[in-house]
């Protein structure tokens, strides 16, 4: 994984999955990944801790790559590249 500063990226699409348990944050990232072009980033917000595990798992199964998370104020912001 690349060492870049996840607070400076611009992402093309947040996606605020904070209201929903596993696994609706992960079903909101699928959606949100098809709406942007390849090489834009999705930003993802889930209060669930699991989300931190399933997201990453996810990009490498489909083939997108993950870029990791930051903790924010009772959320996680969990970043991920489009890639295909």
Partial sequence: MSNIDLSAIEAAKVVD????????????????IGAIPVGQVLEIWSGDPNTKNDIPKWAQKVGHEYLGALAADGYDRIFLKRSK
Avoid: T
């Avoid at 999955?17 to 949100?32: D, H, I, M, N, Q």
């Fill in 17 to 32: 999955a904070r209201g929903s348990a596993c696994p609706g944050p992960l079903l909101e990232a699928k959606k949100g």
